[in-house]
């Protein structure tokens, strides 16, 4: 399970709302100056993401907890929205020329160029629907893991 602390910042009902600090290995790395990764980071800035899960460990405002996600859940959800859009984008102009040759025309490039825009959205929209009725079916999603105490969430340094 990937774990990631965060702080509970509204409870409603049996709904608590998680904030997660944004964390990148930039600072960490010899080339942070450089990399894509920092350029995005400096322009995302600091701002915290926000999640609202199910309060099954009874979390009040202010608590620190842990948040996990299953690792296989994880790379099924990213297959799902990487596969399945690229499978429709390159997947559509190959059968739309197809079609189009067995009725001994031709297909030209502004064709094929359409049936693949066609076949990306088809692929994002079928990856979307799937991964909503995933996360209703509770296959895939965030769960609390367990509320932090202060001495496992403070890091002492020791010399």
Same mark, same amino acid.
Request: net charge positive.
């Given at each position: 399970m990937i774990e990631q602390e965060g *702080? =509970? %910042?509204? %409870?409603?009902?049996a709904q608590v709302w998680i904030e997660f600090q944004r964390q990148t290995a930039c600072g960490h790395c010899a080339v942070n100056g450089s990399c894509g990764t920092g350029a995005v980071g400096k322009v995302l800035g600091r701002?915290?993401?926000?999640? =609202?899960?199910?309060? *099954?460990?009874?979390? !009040?405002?202010?608590?620190? %907890?842990?948040?996990g996600v299953d690792e296989l859940a994880l790379v099924t959800a990213a297959g799902?929205?990487?596969?399945?859009?690229?499978l429709g984008l390159l997947t559509a102009p190959l059968v739309v020329t197809g079609?189009? !040759?067995?009725?001994?025309?031709? =297909?030209?490039e502004i064709v094929s160029i359409l049936a693949a825009v066609c076949g990306g959205t088809i692929g994002l929209v079928v990856a979307?629907?799937?991964a909503?009725?995933?996360?209703l079916r509770g296959r895939i999603g965030a769960v609390?893991?367990?509320?932090?105490? %202060?001495?496992t969430s403070a890091v002492q340094w020791s010399r």
């Open positions: *702080t =509970a %910042v509204a %409870v409603a009902g701002r915290p993401n926000r999640v =609202a899960l199910t309060n *099954t460990l009874g979390v !009040q405002v202010g608590e620190r %907890v842990v948040v799902w929205a990487y596969a399945v859009p690229l079609v189009a !040759q067995m009725r001994g025309m031709e =297909a030209g979307r629907y799937s909503r009725r995933a996360r609390l893991v367990r509320k932090m105490n %202060v001495s």
